[in-house]
Structure formats: structure tokens, C-alpha cells
């Protein structure tokens, strides 16, 4: 059985059209990048218990990783986004432990993809 990708094809190839494989490259780094800071924002504010902060932070996480049709990962984003602004910490854990790992796997895949244009 094929694990389900992270992030959509389609995503990709549309950003292909848009501006080629370098546009495609700018791209990855940029939702990457972004999504990395933003975790990690979230992750403070739970810390700080900011549940403010945290709804922030996951909601401008959903938007990055909007870009590329990553809808697991936008899915867990609007959870925590939703928990936070209830102020509902308990479940915070699981769903960040959760985010963590398909967010790796993001990377990993974001990797392999930069390999085949080369990169």
C-alpha cells in the first residue's frame, strides 16, 4: 500500500507553470521555512500558555502549507487554531506531537522533490 503523500502534486505542478522548476525551488524553501517558524511559534506560546499566540501561530500555519495542498497538516493546524482560541490546552500535546511528525515527513518529501529538479 502507497502511504499518502504530505502535500498535493498538482501544487507543484501548478507552480511549475507559474515559473519553472527555480520558481518551484523558491517555492518549497519558502513553505518550509515558513511553516518551520511558525510551529515553532506555536509551540513557545503553548509553552508561555499564550493561547492567543498559539491560534496565531496555527493559523498562519494553515496558510503556508495551504500553498501546496498540504491538507493533513491543515487539518491538525485548524484544530489547534480552534483549541486554542477556546482555550482548551489538554489536547495541545497529542495534536502538536501529531503535527511533528507529518511535518517531517513533509520535509522528507519536500526533499525528494527537490532532488528530482535537481537541487
Do not use: C
Amino acid at each position: 500500500m502507497t502511504q499518502q503523500k504530505e502535500f498535493n502534486e498538482a501544487a507543484i505542478e501548478r507552480f511549475r507553470e507559474l515559473g519553472g522548476d527555480e520558481f518551484v525551488l523558491k517555492m518549497l524553501d519558502l513553505v518550509l521555512k515558513n511553516a518551520s517558524r511558525r510551529i515553532e511559534e506555536a509551540r513557545d506560546a503553548h509553552q508561555a500558555g499564550d493561547f492567543d499566540a498559539i491560534a496565531q501561530a496555527a493559523h498562519a500555519l494553515r496558510s503556508s502549507v495551504g500553498n501546496i495542498e498540504a491538507l493533513r497538516l491543515m487539518e491538525l493546524s485548524q484544530k489547534i487554531e480552534t483549541l486554542a482560541k477556546e482555550k482548551k490546552g489538554v489536547e495541545l500535546p497529542a495534536l502538536f506531537a501529531e503535527l511533528d511528525r507529518r511535518f517531517e515527513q513533509l520535509k522528507n518529501e519536500m526533499a525528494l522533490e527537490r532532488s528530482k529538479l535537481g537541487s
